[in-house]
């Protein structure tokens, strides 16, 4: 049949990924370095991975083609967020065999070995890493700064109550040393490295937060991480899909909510399309919310 579907001119193409992580039904791959239509019948001629493209590589064309195949591209997905998941335990030293979701031994870089911090609420305390020089013993953290970090923009106070609801009442009234504390519950954060199973996960929202987000928004860690656990990532920078690791994390804990912090730039929409899809593949209904940032940081939505 003649219908539309997207071209990739390979001597614009830069091999940045943008595409592969914007296109949703994982039409695009890489192929020595470039980007490539994997099959026909995995574009929808949509067009999710054209404002993606910043060097003007993708055009749609009218062609003859295979019709879209909903079912293949659903079957493509399954097949490789499983490669992908394997892939990640056999990195991190897991077992063959072992359910990803099952509890393991830590072993692997010390960097990622998970603990709960306690996210400057009352009475947590932060142990020193193992391997890590100090003087004294773990620092304690009981209370939140006495006011709120200026932001680029007034419109952060315009950010409605839900996306703050994790903070609440009873965590701490004054700044240790004259700073705000962290509201990082626990460590490691990266999507990538967080385990699927953690007991800090229990009875608490999940935020789920592009790497900019923190950095464009100045009271970032009062207004959304605050009595969250907060795991980030960025679908242009990191290699496959979070949906399959997500869904494990809110099908295998007692989570709240699901609130997805992500930035106005297109390529970000592939972190709140994970997050969509990892909700609905868990099985759970529970409260979901988007907030996007501007890269000034302006709460738009």
Not at 194 to 210: D, N, W
Not at 217 to 233: D, L, P, W, Y
Request: aromatic share 4%; with cysteine.
């Amino acid at each position: 049949m003649i219908r539309r579907v997207i071209e990739i001119d390979e001597e614009k193409c830069t091999g940045c990924r943008l595409c592969v992580d914007a296109c949703h039904e994982g039409a695009i791959g890489m192929v020595d370095g470039k980007a490539r239509l994997l099959r026909d019948d995995y574009c929808d001629g949509l067009g999710d991975c054209l404002p993606a493209c910043p060097t003007g590589a993708i055009t749609f064309i009218e062609r003859e083609a295979d019709a879209y195949d909903e079912a293949a591209v659903i079957e493509h997905l399954a097949a490789r967020t499983a490669a992908e998941l394997r892939a990640e335990d056999a990195a991190d030293g897991v077992a063959a065999g072992r359910a990803p979701s099952a509890p393991a031994p830590f072993s692997g870089c010390p960097g990622s070995r998970s603990r709960e911090l306690g996210g400057g609420m009352a009475g947590a305390s932060f142990p020193v890493a193992a391997g890590c020089a100090a003087d004294g013993p773990a620092v304690e953290v009981s209370a939140p700064v006495a006011g709120e970090a200026a932001t680029g923009s007034a419109a952060v106070v315009g950010v409605s109550a839900a996306a703050g609801a994790g903070a609440s009442a009873g965590v701490g009234s004054a700044p240790v040393a004259g700073e705000a504390p962290s509201r990082l519950m626990q460590w490691p954060a990266q999507i990538k490295l967080v385990p699927v199973q953690a007991p800090y996960y229990e009875g608490r929202g999940l935020l789920i937060a592009a790497d900019c987000t923190a950095f464009a928004c100045a009271s970032f860690h009062e207004r959304f991480m605050r009595g969250k656990v907060t795991v980030i990532g960025c679908p242009k920078l990191d290699e496959g899909s979070y949906v399959e690791k997500l869904a494990a994390i809110i099908a295998a804990n007692a989570v709240t909510s699901v609130t997805v912090a992500r930035m106005e730039v297109p390529c970000c929409g592939g972190l709140e399309r994970a997050a969509a899809e990892a909700l609905a593949q868990s099985g759970k209904s529970l409260p979901f919310e988007v907030v996007t940032f501007s890269v000034n940081g302006e709460v738009l939505a």
